[in-house]
């Protein structure tokens, strides 16, 4: 990025100073956030920024420290739900069904669910008012990878995985995942982690199927870098720092 003051991000310009809107978002102390400033660390609207003095709009700047973007906008909402199986993923519905809605009633504005899952599947849901986040996340270009666990019957083939790596074609057309390792076996039955960035509809579920283990429960646990730890079922708990910033790194963003 080349090194750059804006006129509208002059020390006369209405704003916050930058080093203040840093602390507030908790990169670092004042003091500490002045020192990232004159090392060139940190960048606003795409142009590195070396002037104490520079004022910014904390509801439209675009920030990133070290590369990795800043969230100063108190407005922007990132959530993590943990879907309990019979949820529908859907705002609301006309039928007065179970959904994820119900969970984000006392929540104000619009909310986007970041892709789907069936009702019968369990996990994490990204949930954000960031519509172009939303947007990226899902479109098939970005190549975000999920993670999910998925309960099926054995034994598992000791080919599969390279048989799955290598593609299998549905009826929309072939896929193919980016990992897939065995778990753990019990009683007949197998636990397996499937890794892709596909996001078609039911598609891990016709997968599976497709090659012989039909789905018995299956739960998403990551979508890039955001994964569930212990968060129990129906719960829901904002991203961490670290956690929206990969987000929107890993989309450009």
Known sequence: MSEHRSPTNSPSAEGVRLQKVLSQAGVASRR????????????????????LGTRVDPDTAVIHVDGNRIMVNADLTHLLLNKPKGILCTMSDDQGRPCIGDYLRERQGRLYHVGRLDVDSEGLLLITNDGEL??????????ILKTYLAEVPGPIPKNLGRELRNGIELEDGPVKVDSFKLVDVNEGRALVEVVLHEGRKHVVRRLLKQVG??????VRTAVGDVRLTTERQGAIRPLDRKEISSLYRAVGL
């Open 134 to 143: 939303a947007h990226r996340l899902m479109h098939p270009s970005y190549r």
């Open 32 to 51: 500490a956030a002045e020192q990232m400033i004159v090392e060139g660390r940190v960048e606003v609207n795409g142009e590195i920024v070396l002037e």
């Open 213 to 218: 283990h039909p789905v018995l429960r299956l």
